[in-house]
């Protein structure tokens, strides 16, 4: 792939400058309109140190609205950004709806240069381009445009520029000394780049090659297609059309779940009092134990509406360092979350290292709550349930303890809590009429429900249905479960 390219190929200095500036007019009125239809684009820009892509970003962004873009110069991850999986980091820096975000250097350096020297193992490298592929195609799933670069220059050419940016005072902050191990080892960077191209060029974020020795013939190159692509993802954009009321139909052929619990299960008093107790004294030793071997926790709740997931949390947390675990309530998405794909306002609420986080509703909301409501289409939260996986995956891979509850209870149950907030002055707020309408839903949440727990039930994320008819015994329950999922991950370090 890379030995067949033709570094010879050029632009005549008395042309260049005339199709430069056409260019970058086409590229200023793409702009526009990407801002007009609300589509987000990612560039990619990979290559060989000193392939010129500092001079080619500037010159990309040289006749467009600086409102509209951001450049992301990526370094090495900072000692913060260790903390979270690898992408955390860039999930930060994805552009909003009808803007574009320049990427010099990108997630790619996890299995580009971390490799080269050794700062990722070998055999984590099939799964890092995986969950590459994944992110770039959820993006692209979610709308936005991606052109991904690499810029290939000979090494006789890399030498040469290294040495001139070296000499030149003005320069020579530039060259890296890992620029100098890129000469030195040409060949097993190539061929680590050439995998890399291999595995990560895809229907839907594919690569272009790019012949470097000449600078012009690359910005020409890398122009032409950026365009090509916007126009292309600008061509493709459907029209919005509502999506169709939901009906239950709940597949025969599938198990219904939530009508195999047993909901009878109960806890006296005293016994309660006393396992709560023990089980919360467990769970702060281990509070120790995660911050000691960095683990870090993330437990979801889910459930019906008065299931008692408050309750459970409040129990959960009575014991713990206060230091030490966040607890993140999730409602409906403000504007600026609508303005990225649905899971970016997730990503960002990750527990880091050594840490518990506690989600009050989560990215479930995309497969219950947004499915049945409407608010996303069908095709969307049919997808979800995928996007769930891998994001789900990606977080246990990283060393994650992810526990998942579903509270639940029958609606004769939440029908008598209901009635009992109603008539409480001190606890009626909790009560509004979006609980009524959606306990008139309680089919096609069931329905839901019963569906995202089967699609997303995996050995690494399975979910855990507590019976919480009996606020008591749900409460020791979900304490029990995540402190035996804890003491699983530190057997296992």
């Known amino acids: 792939m890379l030995n067949n390219l033709d570094l010879n190929l050029s632009v005549e200095k008395s042309t260049y400058k005339s199709q430069i500036e056409a260019l970058m007019r086409e590229m200023r009125s793409l702009q526009k309109a990407c801002w ?34 951001k450049v992301h110069p990526i370094w090495p991850p900072s000692e913060q950004e260790q903390q979270y999986p690898f992408l955390w980091r860039f999930w930060q820096k994805l552009p909003v709806r009808g803007s574009m975000g320049f990427f010099y250097h990108s997630w790619y350096t996890h299995v580009l240069e971390d490799r080269l020297f050794e700062r990722v193992q070998e055999s984590e490298i099939p799964t890092v381009m995986a969950q590459i592929n994944a992110f770039e195609r959820q993006m692209v799933d979610d709308g936005s445009a991606i052109a991904k670069f690499w810029i290939h220059i000979s090494r006789k050419e890399l030498k040469h520029r290294l040495k001139e940016y070296g000499d030149d005072p003005f320069q020579a902050w530039r060259v890296r000394p890992e620029d100098w191990q890129q000469e030195k080892h040409y060949d097993k960077y190539a061929a680590i780049a050439q995998e890399m191209l291999v595995h990560t060029s895809t229907s839907y974020a594919p690569w272009t090659l790019v012949e470097g020795n000449c600078q012009r013939w690359a ?7 950026t365009i090509a692509t916007l126009q292309q993802a600008l061509d493709r954009q459907p029209m919005h059309v509502p999506p169709p009321a939901i009906q239950p139909h709940l597949n025969s052929a599938e198990p219904n779940l939530l009508a195999k619990v047993n909901l009878n299960l109960s806890l006296p008093a005293d016994e309660y009092k006393k396992q709560l107790r023990n089980e919360q004294v467990v769970l702060r030793k281990l509070q120790m134990k995660i911050d000691k071997h960095h683990v870090p926790v993330l437990v979801l709740f ?80 049919h997808r979800a349930y995928q996007e769930i996986n891998e994001f789900e995956a990606q977080l246990t891979s990283a060393g994650y303890v992810l526990v998942k509850f579903w509270l639940h209870i029958s609606p004769e149950e939440q029908l008598k809590r209901f009635t009992a907030r109603h008539n409480d002055p001190f606890k009626n707020y909790k009560l509004t009429d979006e609980d009524w309408r959606n306990r008139e839903k309680w089919p096609l949440y069931e329905e839901a429900v ?10 690494t994320a399975p979910w855990t249905i507590i019976p919480a008819n009996d606020k008591l015994y749900a409460r020791v329950q979900v304490i029990q479960t995540v402190t035996q999922a804890i003491r699983a991950e530190l057997k296992r370090r």
């Open 36 to 69: 007009e239809k609300k589509l987000p684009t990612i560039v990619v820009l990979e290559g060989w140190a000193a392939a010129g892509k500092g001079s080619l970003v500037k010159k990309m962004v040289n006749y467009m609205d600086p409102r509209g873009f």
């Open 219 to 225: 910005r020409v190159k890398v122009l032409t297609q």
């Open 302 to 381: 889910e459930g019906w509406d008065a299931a008692g997931k408050g309750g459970a949390i409040k129990r959960l947390t009575d014991a713990l360092d206060p230091r030490s675990y966040v607890v993140n309530s999730f409602a409906a998405p403000s504007d600026e979350e609508k303005s990225h794909q649905y899971l970016w306002r997730f990503w960002r609420r990750l527990p880091s290292s050594g840490t518990i986080g506690i989600f009050d509703r989560s990215w479930y909301g995309r497969v219950l709550v947004e499915r049945v409501e409407g608010f996303a289409e069908e095709n969307e939260w």
């Open 450 to 459: 019963n569906q995202a727990i089967q699609r997303t039930d995996t050995h």
